[in-house]
Nanobody, 126 residues
Framework: VQLQASGGGLVQAGDSLTLSCAASGRTFGTYAMGWFRQAPGKEREFLAT????????YYTESVKGRFTISRDNAKNTVYLQMNSLKPEDTAVYYCAGRSTAYTHTYYATATAYQYWGQGTLVTVSS
């Protein structure tokens, strides 16, 4: 599967932004999906993950309450809605996918994922 992330850009602190990640192929519904980010000079950081069914979601503490992950299996797309953005949210954001036979499984580590999008840059100015 190929993943294409989009929706990044330059915003001001406090603004909202929604990232999209479109997947190719007809098996998107069998993938658990995740969002990660990597700021300059830092390691890739897990943000959020969602199971195949959308029933199971997990966030890292730093974005809980501000970011929302969702998916539309009919559109082969996973989203990351980001509210109350802060300058420290500036990073390249990546989506990732992992094929799984389990409806309620999600993955919070980068090494668990098989497929990665190319990244989309989010810059938050103060």
């Amino acid at each position: 599967v190929q993943l294409q992330a989009s929706g990044g850009g330059l915003v001001q602190a406090g603004d909202s932004l929604t990232l999209s990640c479109a997947a190719s192929g007809r098996t998107f519904g069998t993938y658990a999906m995740g969002w990660f980010r990597q700021a300059p000079g830092k390691e890739r950081e897990f943000l959020a993950t969602i199971s195949r069914s959308s029933e199971d979601i997990y966030y890292t503490e730093s974005v809980k309450g501000r970011f929302t992950i969702s998916r539309d299996n009919a559109k082969n797309t996973v989203y990351l809605q980001m509210n109350s953005l802060k300058p420290e949210d500036t990073a390249v954001y990546y989506c990732a996918g992992r094929s799984t036979a389990y409806t309620h499984t999600y993955y919070a580590t980068a090494t668990a994922y098989q497929y990665w999008g190319q990244g989309t840059l989010v810059t938050v100015s103060s």
